[in-house]
């Protein structure tokens, strides 16, 4: 059976390609979109995929991972403009069900030089995956979510490598995007974890919550090694209205 890391590259893939054969990955009848900006069932994927064909599309894997039903992908995007985007499938009996992402413009290098992708992309550990994931979970309850910053180092190497475009490198650097700015609200708040995938080292968080008080979709992908987060990439995008939404089924 084709793997469900596979199917998600040959689906995404064909929007760079045009091939007919990429949309045999989704089941339609049961398809579920979480993308508010796309309208729901096949008729939605042919439409995105239709006005995409006319950018002259490039579709790039940094980094892609499989957890149970979910396959699930770090990516960069040329559509007339260039974003960096986490695409989320869940798959039934070999074909997608369900799909959720989160997509920025890209932006960057960041205090550090660091791009928004750049980075390890070895997955290992495989056998540490759920300590792994229960890690991160602990970590973005506790601390992002329930703001315990003084918990920071428990869980985040003090030399923590950063790709948030908005910051550099460290674990002050990130507690800096958490604390609140005199009476103002965070750059960067947490409000509720939606969803927690983990293949190995890589653990991927699925989140609300806001960026300079907009409400917004915040996924954050941690990479641990012994113990500790040692590396961090993110998308934040704005979610819109319920007036805008092209599918009723929310963001998360």
Known sequence: ???????????????????????AVVN???????NPQTREGGDGIAALFARLS?????????????????????????????????????????????????????AGPNSAGRSMVDGVCEITDLDKTEAYRALVQDFT?????????????DYVSDDLIQHDAETGDGAVSLRSLLEPLGEAAPVRHYE???????????????????KNSVHSGIYDLFRIDE??????????????PLSERKNDNGKF
């Open 1 to 23: 059976m084709t793997s469900k890391r596979a199917l998600l590259q040959k689906f995404l893939k064909g929007i760079e390609t045009g091939s007919a054969m990429a949309a």
């Open 54 to 106: 006319k950018t002259n599309p490039k579709v790039t894997f940094m980094r892609v991972f499989e957890d149970g039903d979910f396959a699930f992908a770090h990516n960069v995007y040329d559509f007339a403009n260039v974003k960096v985007a986490f695409e989320v499938f869940r798959f039934e009996d070999g074909q997608a069900v369900e799909h959720w992402d989160n997509i920025q413009p890209i």
């Open 141 to 153: 309850n506790k601390v992002l979510i329930g703001r315990q910053l003084d918990r920071l180092l």
């Open 192 to 210: 509720t974890l939606h969803r927690v995938l983990a293949e190995g080292n890589f653990v991927l968080c699925m989140s609300e919550g806001a």
């Open 227 to 240: 113990g500790l987060i040692v590396e961090h990439w993110n998308t934040v995008e704005a979610i819109p």
């Open 28 to 34: 339609e009848n049961k398809y579920i979109q979480h």
